[in-house]
């Protein structure tokens, strides 16, 4: 059976590159991009796109049946910093999206779902370096706790249901393509923004912050590698730990200088800093290594390289 993809929340900081990458592999009318609005952007007008509501269950199912969907991509979500200011809502997005497209898989309508995770599950009490697969889970921001709480309900869809839902937790994701997202790791794509526009950055995080970042060339190719592996290979249902690479805005301040000289940075911590404080420093992701190879490619000299060329 042909596969058919629809993305919801295509036109987000990871829906505008996954749309991209799925329709060079599977083509382009294969592949239904959609989001809440819509924008003036090459994936819009390069394809087919629908405008879609996450929580409306009947929208959804429409489109499904529609363009004979076997895959979706669930995408649509309030990130770390913007969730803060709106609990309820981020609450009823992030869980009741998913729900929806659990219980279309449910019903047989879908044969395979993506659903992004996040190191936001992680909390102060999680031990901070090299985070562990299996370990303790208190997340204090709502994204953190839709988050664990989506986890659990896609192994019980699996366990119970046999659905077919597949996750990874992205780690801090840095593109060049599309703006900051409301999320406490973007300090690391705005710094390369204002650093060839203005030569200075004031970080809103401190100086050793160090956060599990990846270059969003690592995260969408981890993204398809997870949905085109056998099923057997996929021994964890709730979400697998991905890593990339680590650095503090100290570390990305003095690699930007390698290649703009009279770059500087100035440090003015706000409410983010509590948020970056309660995640990991660093991630172990040898399950993901051994179930389905992953393997990320991008280290900080070589990502801020890409970064700086794309963006001039």
């Not at 592999?25 to 592949?31: E, L, P, S």
């Not at 562990?132 to 706790?145: A, N, S």
């Not at 911590?269 to 660093?282: E, V, Y």
């Amino acid at each position: 059976m042909n596969t058919k993809i629809l993305i919801i929340g295509a036109c987000g900081q990871i829906g505008t590159e996954l749309t991209k990458k799925l329709r060079s592999i599977y083509g382009v009318d294969n592949v239904v991009a959609s989001d809440i609005r819509k924008l003036n952007i090459d994936i819009v007008n390069e394809g087919i796109f629908e405008v879609v509501n996450a929580l409306d269950y009947n929208q959804i199912e429409h489109l499904i049946e529609q363009y004979h969907i076997t895959d979706v991509y669930l995408m649509a979500a309030l990130l770390s910093a913007t969730a803060e200011k709106n609990p309820a809502f981020a609450w009823d997005l992030n869980m009741n999206s998913l729900f929806h497209v659990l219980n279309l898989a449910k019903a047989g309508k879908i044969k395979k779902i993506f659903w992004p995770s996040s190191i936001a599950v992680f909390g102060p009490t999680t031990p901070r370096i090299n985070t562990p697969q299996y370990t303790i889970m208190e997340p204090t921001t709502v994204y953190g706790i839709s988050k664990q709480t989506g986890e659990r309900w896609c192994e019980y869809y699996y366990n119970i249901y046999g659905v077919d839902v597949r996750s990874i937790r992205y780690p801090g994701l840095i593109s060049w393509s599309t703006e900051p997202g409301g999320g406490t790791t973007d300090y690391a794509v705005d710094i390369y923004h204002k650093a060839l526009k203005d030569s200075k950055y004031e970080c809103f995080l401190s100086e050793d912050t160090a956060l599990p970042m990846m270059y969003m060339d690592d995260a969408i190719r981890a993204t398809v590698e997870i949905m085109q592996a056998p099923a057997e290979s996929i021994k964890i249902r709730s979400s697998y730990n991905l890593a990339g690479v680590s650095f503090t805005p100290k570390e990305i301040a003095a690699e930007i200088k390698n290649h703009i000289p009279d770059f500087t940075i100035s440090y003015k911590p706000d409410f983010r800093q509590k948020i970056a404080d309660s995640w990991p420093a660093s991630i172990d992701d040898s399950c993901a290594q051994q179930d389905w190879q992953w393997k990320h490619q991008y280290d900080l000299a070589s990502m801020t390289v890409e970064m700086l060329e794309n963006l001039k």
